[in-house]
């Protein structure tokens, strides 16, 4: 097993693909927690990850307003 660490350059990607990537990494993670939330409590999230799904819901609306005011100015 090589003990070289795998660097990922996500700054060579199109900026149109990686908000694509982003996204569907989005999707797939809000899929996920609504999936577990029988076993993923909101308190266990925030403390292992440093985060809740309220946190995450505030960050979607922020970058809604984002780009609202980037479309819309």
Do not use: Q
């Amino acid at each position: 097993m090589s003990t070289s660490v795998v660097r990922n350059d996500f700054a060579s990607l199109p900026s149109s693909l990686l908000c694509l990537l982003r996204s569907l990494a989005l999707s797939r993670l809000i899929t996920h927690l609504r999936a577990r939330s029988d076993s993923v409590s909101n308190m266990s999230l925030m403390t292992i990850s440093g985060f809740c799904r309220n946190c995450l819901a505030k960050w979607i609306v922020l970058a809604c307003r984002r780009r609202r005011n980037d479309d819309f100015g």
